[in-house]
């Protein structure tokens, strides 16, 4: 079995290739990544040398570095981590998120019509459903939630799943796709709120803070995340959605908090700034489908993993 992995040399990316080339022995895995500001290969070193791991610089867009793989490697499926994933980068200049999240999406997908594959899987996200109201905390988004994303990001993200069940209908490519709420876990680039609350905190610079803070997010340790995704590939049926989620719903400003707890750092560094336009309130998860019919459930305690994660940090930051 090969597996195409593209954007792997990212945060999720590279988590899942590690976790894979760890739990199946047999599996032979192929990288394809642009190495954007994003990228970090090195957190590939521990499988870089291993025969069955190849790694190749390149851009989902180029239809001719992915026809070329496909040739060579002929895999058997492909997993699509590839994408521009800042929210915030995406209000400053939305057309790259259009190309890479979803045109890109689409060459894959041709090469997956034109090569044949057992299975295409588009890594999706909680943010194409919307948002929740604080004020309601038993609303959960379901598979059948109604996609209404409001930044340039999540409409590309639902934009690149609506193609993908509409490449499944059109030209009967096996396809599924998963939407998990906000990861954590070593690797991530300082951009994303937890890394960047830990940097900061460690040099004792201002935290910002979106608006009032309340904003939830429900997080989901990185691993937690490859663990339902490897599951999806192995028992997940053709042509079905997956939400995966941490039922951990935490506002932004208790998490910045518990962070500077954890480091023993004021909460005088917090910084109130101007809010993001379009700042979605609220996400929540419904997971009953990957529980009951894939039997997946999470395994690190919030507590546990963002400890684990601070630690992972204040190691890599260390000297700054
Ligand atoms: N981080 C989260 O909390 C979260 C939650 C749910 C879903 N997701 C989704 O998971 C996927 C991975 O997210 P992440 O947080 O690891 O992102 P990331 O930004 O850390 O990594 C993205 C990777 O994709 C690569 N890449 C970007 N454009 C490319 C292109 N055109 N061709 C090839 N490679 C390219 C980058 O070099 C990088 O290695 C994304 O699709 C994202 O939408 C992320």
């Given at each position: 079995m090969t597996i195409l992995v593209t954007g792997g040399a990212g945060f999720i990316g590279a988590h899942f290739i590690l976790y894979m080339m760890k739990v199946h022995k047999d599996l032979r895995i192929l990288c394809l990544d642009?190495?954007?500001?994003?990228?970090?290969?090195?957190?590939l070193a521990p499988v870089m040398d291993s025969p069955r791991f190849r790694f190749v610089k390149g851009d989902i867009c180029d239809r001719e570095t992915v026809y070329r793989l496909f040739e060579e490697e002929h895999p058997d499926m492909v997993v699509n981590f590839a994408a521009e994933s800042h929210v915030d980068r995406s209000i400053e200049d939305p057309a790259l998120f259009l190309e890479t999240n979803i045109l890109g999406t689409g060459v894959l997908l041709d090469g997956c019509r034109t090569y044949g594959i057992q299975r295409f899987h588009q890594v999706s996200t909680d943010e194409v459903y919307g948002d929740l109201p604080l004020d309601r905390p038993d609303l959960l988004f379901t598979e059948e939630s109604p996609l209404d994303p409001h930044s340039p990001y999540s409409s590309s993200k639902a934009s690149a799943d609506l193609l993908t069940l509409a490449c499944r209908r059109t030209y009967g490519i096996p396809v599924t796709i998963s939407r998990c709420s906000n990861n954590y876990g070593p690797f991530q680039y300082p951009e994303k709120l937890i890394p960047l609350t830990i940097q900061r905190a460690l040099t004792d610079q201002p935290i910002p803070l979106y608006g009032d803070g309340k904003n939830v997010r429900d997080w989901l340790y990185v691993e937690d995340h490859c663990r339902a995704i490897d599951l999806i590939l192995q028992k997940g049926k053709d042509g079905e959605i997956y939400n995966i989620g941490g039922h951990c719903e935490i506002s932004n400003r208790d998490l910045i908090r518990r962070i500077l707890h954890i480091l023993s750092k004021p909460d005088t560094l917090i910084t109130q700034v101007k809010d993001r336009p379009g700042h979605d309130r609220r996400y929540g998860m419904d997971t009953k489908k990957i529980r009951s019919q894939l039997g997946w459930q999470g395994e690190t305690e919030f507590e546990e993993g963002l400890e684990r994660t601070v630690v992972w940090y204040v190691d890599k930051y260390k000297g700054l």
């Open positions: 642009k190495l954007t500001y994003a990228a970090d290969l090195s957190y």
